[in-house]
């Protein structure tokens, strides 16, 4: 089975912190994707990323960058955590093609204080 | 983007099937549909996919119309363990390996 390790459940930051959520893929898939989600607001994509260094901005990606220097790690950086940025981040891999589903982690839940 | 249209919630008992109906009157012929399901403090899970003939899988079937601007995903018989929210997503084959999520349907299992 495919897994897709999140390094934390659970994390709080304070306001201006810089933060790393780091994801690791173990199934040598080409496609990784930070998603974020909020209550009434569902899963909005940040940043995705098909080969190492290789990234694409996703619907909302203003205040995130990424990181991709090997091919199963994907790490998604706050440069500067703010209140808003509150919420639960979700990770994902695949393969690509139309048929390929993606895989999740079960998540980060990121509180900035 | 292809655009999908779910109810907001559904009920259904225990043991007995339920039918999850998902509309995508603007798919193009190069569209997927997947199915996924997100239970309660986890991340989504990938459930069924399929282009343009039924599909049945370990977790559930899935019946899409012949002229692919609806599907309904059938969970056979359902379990407490199923109550979670069902999304219904379109994915290019020739595009870009983005999905979109909706809002998709919250599933309520009554015991």
């Known amino acids: 089975d495919v897994k897709v390790t999140q390094s934390s459940r659970y994390l709080v930051k304070r306001t201006g912190e810089k933060v790393f959520l780091e994801c690791v893929q173990d199934m040598d898939h080409e496609n990784m994707f930070w998603y974020r989600q909020d209550p009434g607001l569902g899963l909005r994509l940040i940043y995705f990323?098909?080969?190492?260094?290789?990234?694409e901005k996703g619907d909302i990606p203003e205040g995130y960058s990424v990181s991709r220097e090997k091919k199963e790690r994907f790490s998604l950086i706050l440069e500067s955590a703010s209140t808003n940025q509150t919420s639960m981040y979700l990770c994902a891999s695949s393969q690509t093609g139309g048929r390929q589903p993606q895989h999740f982690g079960d998540g980060t839940r990121l509180s900035i204080l | 983007d292809a655009k999908t249209t779910q109810p907001n919630s559904m009920e259904s008992n225990e043991e007995e099937p339920v039918h999850l109906p998902c509309n995508h009157s603007t798919i193009s012929g190069t569209d997927y549909i997947h199915w996924y399901r997100q239970l309660p403090s986890q991340g989504p899970e990938y459930v069924i996919h399929?282009?343009?003939s039924n599909v049945n899988n370990r977790m559930a079937s899935l019946a899409i119309a012949e002229d692919r601007k609806s599907s309904t995903l059938i969970l056979h018989r359902a379990t407490l363990r199923d109550a979670a929210v069902y999304y219904c997503i379109l994915k290019s084959m020739n595009r870009d390996d983005k999905i979109i999520f909706g809002k998709g349907t919250r599933l309520h299992i009554l015991p």
């Open positions: 990323s098909y080969d190492v260094k290789m990234k």
């Open positions: 399929g282009l343009t």
